[in-house]
């Protein structure tokens, strides 16, 4: 492969990485092409964008990137696809169902909400991570129920005062 088609190829890996704020290394190495398609299938119905990576290059274009993936470095041997998505724990849930029939794909890595994962037994707690966006609305839900405690207290209080008053009026 020629520098220019290498520096084309790194750049392309860059931008690709830049468009999602969260990505994993997974292995894919055994599966025939109709599990491939399958897995392809699954990725593109949960927006999941799964890519196919040298090395080398992927090594490359992390260190032009500007945040230190150095501890990602060390997984970067044998076949690795980056699997990429805006949402945290969407591709660790996709290779959890995905390698439930199929042995693989085996996660090696993941960078998530700026925090790195290595091995394949942080899968469970990929899965379990939230993201951003529903720790806000977790909060904001809990923020607004003992508001809504408060005033549903008070107009059963009131309704019940009412009946109160008009049954003692009637008597």
Do not use: W
């Not at 890996?13 to 894919?28: C, N």
């Not at 190495?29 to 109709?34: D, E």
């Not at 199929?102 to 091995?119: H, R, T």
């Amino acid at each position: 492969m020629k520098k220019e088609d290498k520096s084309a190829i790194i750049e392309q890996i860059k931008a690709t990485i830049g468009e999602y704020s969260h990505f994993y290394l997974a292995d894919i190495k055994g599966l025939n092409a109709n599990q491939t398609s399958n897995l392809r299938r699954l990725c593109f119905k949960q927006d999941v964008k799964l890519v196919v990576v040298k090395n080398t290059l992927l090594r490359k274009a992390l260190e032009s990137i500007g945040v230190d993936f150095s501890e990602l470095y060390e997984v970067l041997k044998g076949d690795t696809s980056i699997l990429l998505s805006n949402t945290g724990n969407s591709p660790a849930k996709l290779i959890k169902e995905f390698s439930k029939a199929n042995k693989k794909p085996v996660l090696k890595a993941a960078y998530v909400e700026e925090s790195f994962y290595i091995g394949e037994n942080q899968l469970e707690a990929l899965i379990n991570i939230k993201s951003k966006n529903e720790l806000i609305g977790e909060l904001i839900g809990l923020l607004q129920s003992p508001a809504k405690n408060v005033v549903s207290a008070l107009q059963s209080g009131g309704i019940t005062i009412h009946g109160v008053l008009k049954t003692l009026s009637e008597r």
